[in-house]
T-cell receptor
Framework: DTAVSQTPKYLVTQMGNDKSIKCEQNLGHDTMYWYKQDSKKFLKIMFSYNNKELIINETVPNRFSPKSPDKAHLNLHINSLELGDSAVYFC???????????????FGPGTRLTVL | GQQLNQSPQSMFIQEGEDVSMNCTSSSIFNTWLWYKQDPGEGPVLLIALYKAGELTSNGRLTAQFGITRKDSFLNISASIPSDVGIYFCAGQMRAGNNRKLIWGLGTSLAVNP
């Protein structure tokens, strides 16, 4: 009964390729996120969707394109992969945007992307 | 991007010792969250704090929401080897409708059995 799941767990690819990472949550949450964690372990928010609507779009190259077919899924497509894209990518979800609770984010196990 | 000041950056302690770490910000937060990340896993929520001055425990862990709303503390009592990992603080302020979490850089904890 995995709450937030990601596939694949590991992804090794050549520079210039296009790849996708999938995320699904079965918590009934309205909001989903993508984070990038670099080698120094800093968690950097990339995108957030609320009910399939993009609400956070940090300064991320437009080679990265999130897609949310429904509120339980948020996929990340990356075009023309570069060496600097190597990192661990985490998907997360939270109940909603309301204050006073429901903001706790629950994370998936991560996808380790290695670009050669 | 914006980030919180989290200290210490790393700790190496003996099993049984108590541990303290903290996060500070120049901004006021409405929510403080503490997460733990085990190697090869995603962060897992330990404690959530919603009111200034709030003190909340989760087993051997205790966290406090600072009175100024600009800081938070996490204490671990009687550490055990499975406490090893990276601990992250995260804060949230009312910033428009996105309620983005601001993250600390993490405290890496090593416990010597």
């Amino acid at each position: 009964d995995t709450a937030v799941s990601q596939t694949p767990k590991y992804l090794v690819t050549q520079m210039g390729n296009d790849k996708s990472i999938k995320c699904e949550q079965n918590l009934g949450h309205d909001t989903m996120y993508w984070y990038k964690q670099d080698s120094k372990k800093f968690l950097k928010i990339m995108f957030s969707y609320n009910n399939k609507e993009l609400i956070i779009n940090e300064t991320v190259p437009n080679r990265f394109s999130p897609k949310s077919p429904d509120k339980a899924h948020l996929n990340l497509h990356i075009n023309s992969l570069e060496l600097g894209d190597s990192a661990v990518y985490f998907c997360a979800s939270s109940q909603g945007l309301a204050g006073g609770g429901g903001n706790e984010q629950f994370f998936g196990p991560g996808t380790r992307l290695t670009v050669l | 991007g914006q980030q919180l000041n989290q200290s210490p950056q790393s700790m190496f302690i003996q099993e049984g010792e108590d541990v303290s770490m903290n996060c500070t910000s120049s901004s006021i937060f409405n929510t403080w969250l503490w997460y733990k990340q085990d190697p090869g896993e995603g962060p897992v929520l330990l404690i959530a704090l919603y009111k200034a001055g709030e003190l909340t425990s989760n087993g051997r862990l205790t966290a406090q929401f600072g009175i100024t709303r600009k800081d938070s503390f996490l204490n671990i009592s009687a550490s055990i080897p499975s406490d090893v990992g990276i601990y992250f603080c995260a804060g949230q302020m009312r910033a428009g409708n996105n309620r983005k979490l601001i993250w600390g850089l993490g405290t890496s904890l090593a416990v010597n059995p």
